[in-house]
């Protein structure tokens, strides 16, 4: 919403989003009147692929908001890489990553911005609300008057000490303590959260590993943290005789282990997307790998499953999928 704006994003300017992420992450651009540019997505990862943003930048392109989708994490030294040589702004959509540390640095951290949703369904929640954290003091200010309809941390409310900035259209994204209370009771709970989660994500990894046709998707590669909301099975349509998405799904539920179900798809072939074809751009090259991933091979299992405080529960869930994959 703001973020786009924090970073002086306006009409007609580009900002490049994966083609897999919910909705919101390209919404970002379009409030603001700017063009979300979606770019392919890691065969492995299903993170933003780099070397693709790399094709898909212009001169028009003024920020990339890469996504730490599901359980991977984007290559930020590559993102950042891209950063520095063309000086776009970074914004890190960690709304499914709260937690998470890629290479030293929790996330958030390293691209300009980082972004965090508190939404009911996400790992940390308030209900609704959100933060940005960023390590620039300019842009904090920036954040901070656009969410709080102008006001500078300094004014009361009612009693504005000064004017935002000419044209900087603020909102009123404001939180309050009451949200503030719910997040630092949870917050004291969310490393050891995340670290189990990581844990069963590996040890269901290594389960799976001798199954032909079928993997989780590869966590950030320089993770010494991996955070998670849903993890995304990746499952070859040959291992099961090219047996629909949907009933890959029935079947794992059949077999106990209730899914999450599909990806959100690409997010230009989302219900939900009602933005006409002028007002964004797919990448000239397409996005065949995110295409071919969420209509076919990809499956979303709750990361309530990985907090499971015993073995039996994850070693349950690869026999449903060793059941289902490898019937024979
Ligand atoms: C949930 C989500 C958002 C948006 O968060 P809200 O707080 O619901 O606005 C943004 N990006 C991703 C990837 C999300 O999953």
């Known amino acids: 919403m703001c973020l786009a704006g924090a970073v002086g ?38 993170c933003l692929d780099p070397r693709k943003v790399k094709e898909a930048i212009t001169k028009k392109t003024k920020a990339i908001i890469p996504v730490h989708i599901y359980g991977s994490m ?4 590559a993102i950042m890489d891209i950063s520095d040589k063309h000086g776009i702004p970074v914004i890190e959509d960690c709304a499914h990553a709260h937690g998470g540390v890629w290479a030293g640095r929790g996330v958030g951290s390293i691209g300009h911005i980082g972004s965090f949703s508190f939404q009911q369904s996400k790992t940390l929640s308030s209900g609704e609300g959100g933060i940005c954290i960023t390590n620039d003091s300019k842009l904090a200010e920036t954040l901070y008057l656009l969410k709080h309809i102008g006001y500078d941390p ?6 504005a000490a000064s004017a935002p900035p000419e044209g900087l259209v603020c909102h009123n994204y404001r939180a309050t303590e009451f949200q503030a209370i719910i997040l630092l009771e949870s917050l004291k709970y969310l490393q050891a959260q995340t670290e189990l989660c990581d844990k069963n994500a590996k040890y269901l990894g290594d389960l ?12 950030g590669r320089l993770a010494d943290l991996q955070g998670y909301y849903t993890l995304a099975l990746l499952i070859s349509p040959e291992a099961v005789n090219n047996m629909a998405l949907d009933d890959i799904i029935k079947s794992l539920e059949a077999e106990g282990l209730v899914c999450a179900g599909r990806t959100y798809g690409p997010v230009y072939k989302h219900l939900l997307w009602n933005i006409p074809s002028n007002m964004y751009r797919i990448d000239g090259n397409g996005c065949p790998v995110c295409e071919d991933i969420c209509d076919n091979k990809a499956v979303c299992i709750s990361h309530s499953w990985l907090l499971a405080d015993d073995k039996e529960t994850i070693e349950a869930m690869s026999r449903a999928i060793k059941k289902v994959v490898n019937p024979a």
């Open 9 to 46: 994003v306006g009409a007609g300017d580009e900002v490049i989003v994966p083609a897999l992420t919910w909705m919101a992450t390209a919404m970002a651009a379009c409030y603001v009147g700017a063009v979300p540019v979606f770019v392919d997505i890691e065969p492995d990862t299903l």
């Open 74 to 77: 984007t290559d930020m030294e």
């Open 154 to 159: 300094m004014s009361g409310q009612g009693k």
């Open 208 to 219: 799976i590993a001798d199954i032909p046709g079928v993997k989780i998707q590869s966590r």
